[in-house]
T-cell receptor, first 110, second 113 residues
Framework: DSGVTQTPKHLITATGQRVTLRCSPR?????VYWYQQSLDQGLQFLIQ???????AKGNILERFSAQQFPDLHSELNLSSLELGDSALYFC?????????FGPGTRLTVL | GQQLNQSPQSMFIQEGEDVSMNCTSSSIFNTWLWYKQDPGEGPVLLIALYKAGELTSNGRLTAQFGITRKDSFLNISASIPSDVGIYFC?????????????FGKGTKLSVIP
């Protein structure tokens, strides 16, 4: 158990809808990272937050947004969903260079 | 952007054999990490490397941070069935204050009992 929690574990929704994925980092970690992993693909970095502030952006679509709250949990919002958004979404937290991953949310868009 | 080339893409080995996989980068990293991912699960950190030339072991796993800072390898000795999974390397850019990682595309390991 990495200490990073993510909810929900699975999410099935329809095209055009909006969903919110939630992540709680390890106790004491200030940084949260979001990644997308499509079938047979590696991990694509989406965005990072550090202590409530956006720190870095990767290949994140404009339809996607994230935030980190004062209690350090983070939410990833995905809107106007398309079939191609079906993927595993992971969050990770870190205190230094090592990132510890949560169990992921499997999003299926029908 | 930065590119990580991880090889091989997949491997089939007999139980008990040793395994070697590596990553090369087009640019310098100051941290290399190796992760293992089981199907449907999150990646689990295996080994972290912080210094060029560093050789670190974790049980049957050994990883090295290349002297050029552009490569790393992971060895698994005496493989067992539970070693099955996808192994990812990841590098951290020396200039990035965000600790952002770049991941390789993974090496899928299958162990034949």
């Amino acid at each position: 158990d990495s200490g990073v929690t993510q909810t929900p574990k699975h999410l099935i929704t329809a095209t055009g809808q909006r969903v919110t994925l939630r992540c709680s980092p390890r106790s004491g970690d200030l940084s949260v990272y979001w990644y997308q992993q499509s079938l047979d693909q590696g991990l694509q970095f989406l965005i990072q937050y550090y202590n409530g502030e956006e720190r870095a952006k990767g290949n994140i679509l404009e339809r996607f947004s994230a935030q980190q709250f004062p209690d350090l949990h983070s939410e990833l919002n995905l809107s106007s969903l398309e079939l191609g958004d079906s993927a595993l979404y992971f969050c990770a937290s870190s205190a230094r260079g090592e990132q510890f991953f949560g169990p992921g949310t499997r999003l299926t868009v029908l | 952007g930065q590119q990580l080339n991880q090889s091989p893409q997949s491997m089939f080995i007999q139980e008990g054999e040793d395994v070697s996989m590596n990553c090369t980068s087009s640019s310098i990293f100051n941290t290399w990490l190796w992760y293992k991912q089981d199907p449907g699960e999150g990646p689990v950190l295996l080994i972290a490397l912080y210094k060029a030339g560093e050789l670190t072991s974790n049980g049957r796993l050994t990883a090295q941070f290349g002297i050029t800072r552009k490569d790393s390898f992971l060895n698994i000795s005496a493989s067992i069935p539970s070693d099955v999974g996808i192994y990812f390397c990841a590098g951290r850019d020396s200039g990035a204050g965000s600790y952002q990682l770049t991941f390789g595309k993974g090496t899928k390991l299958s162990v034949i009992p």
